[in-house]
């Protein structure tokens, strides 16, 4: 089911060609900013793996990979990728990097199961990151503070794109603010997860909300993460769990909340087996990823993946990430769109 928001008198600030010009400055302007601030070097990524070892991301465990039997290898099956998450763990592992360096890549995805709307799409581009850590710095402050270093190349980023395009104005807040998706679900328990989301975003601007995947005091989830790369159990103090999050802006295109990046720092071998426990999948330890892990053989880390569309889409004040990529739609969704000013590519 496909679902489509129109605002109220839309029209493009910037032309299709001015558009096409502007995606390439915004993606090469952010990535180098975010290379530079993370200290990440760029590598070059699959857009399948083989089926069975563990290392497609699994996002929600119900989502079903596009798959396909590759004649010269015995019709092994390969999978094209939902997300690099575990993929990338394993490659600054065998790259020996040292702590407080990583990679960053484009990765290309398709979720042919995806919900098609405004934001959403069956083709996924990102920047897929991630970083060698040392032990001692998993913990939430180590999060916050990457945070705060990406949310400065996002700052960096508006200020580039107004001053080549002065109708497009700053909208982002000074600093962005953290929240405690346990301390949402106390203050608004009769909401959804999706509309404490708006709330937060909406009073803030920006926010990253901490603790993504696992049970809060309620015994609900915020939303739903893999049990295999971010680590959602961990206690962080003051009765709150989790070592990852999303960062969220408010789009006063679409009037909504935004998720630019979901993150975080990555499972030991200890809360894997914890977090493989709690969601019955204790069957993945014989998996080649996850047995290394156990084994204590990949790197402690930390990543995430920052929407390219979804960010050219919020710096150019797109009502439609189909104005930004170009895509599968619904024909009643590309009519709809054409008839409301929103030229899709």
């Known amino acids: 089911m496909s679902h489509l928001y129109i605002p109220k008198n839309y029209k493009s600030i910037l032309s299709v060609q001015e558009t096409e010009h502007a995606i390439v400055m915004i993606k090469d302007f952010f990535q180098l900013a975010l ?13 399948f793996v083989e089926k069975g070892i563990g290392l497609n991301d699994d996002l929600n465990g119900v989502e079903r990979p596009v798959s396909f039997p590759v004649k010269d290898m015995n019709e092994k099956t390969m999978e094209i990728v939902h997300s690099l998450a575990k993929w990338k763990r394993v490659k600054i592992t065998d790259m020996n990097l040292a702590p407080d360096f990583g990679i960053y890549t484009d990765m290309n995805a398709i979720r042919a199961d995806e919900d098609l709307d405004n934001v959403h799409s069956i083709y996924v581009d990102q920047w897929d990151w991630e970083k060698v850590i040392n032990e001692q710095d998993r913990h939430v402050e180590f999060l916050k503070d990457t ?9 960096r980023t508006e200020f580039f794109i107004y001053d080549r395009y002065p109708a497009i104005s700053p909208i982002l807040p000074p600093e962005i603010t953290f929240v405690y998706a346990e301390d949402l679900q106390r203050q608004f328990p009769n909401d959804s997860p999706k509309t404490r989301e708006m709330i937060a975003a909406k009073k803030y601007g920006a926010v990253f909300i901490i603790g993504i995947g696992g049970k809060m005091a309620d ?10 790369y971010d680590d959602w159990i961990t206690e962080t103090g003051n009765g709150h769990h989790g070592l990852n999050g999303d960062l969220i802006v408010w789009n006063p295109v679409l009037e909504t909340a935004f998720e630019l990046s979901s993150m975080g720092i990555r499972v030991s071998p200890e809360s894997l087996a914890q977090q493989l426990e709690e969601r019955g999948c204790t069957e993945r330890k014989e998996m080649m990823f996850h047995k290394r892990l156990l084994n204590g053989q990949l790197a402690y880390s930390m990543g995430g993946g920052i929407g390219q569309s979804r960010l050219c889409m919020y710096f150019l004040r797109k009502a439609h990430i189909g104005e930004i990529q170009v895509s599968a739609w619904p024909e009643s969704m590309v009519q709809d769109c054409a008839k409301n000013g929103i030229p899709l590519l």
């Open 35 to 47: 290379s530079t601030e993370l200290n990440l070097t760029r590598v070059t990524a699959p857009l």
């Open 147 to 155: 945070v705060r270093r990406i949310y400065r190349c996002l700052k």
């Open 219 to 228: 015994g609900t989830i915020h939303d739903g993460r893999a049990p295999d």
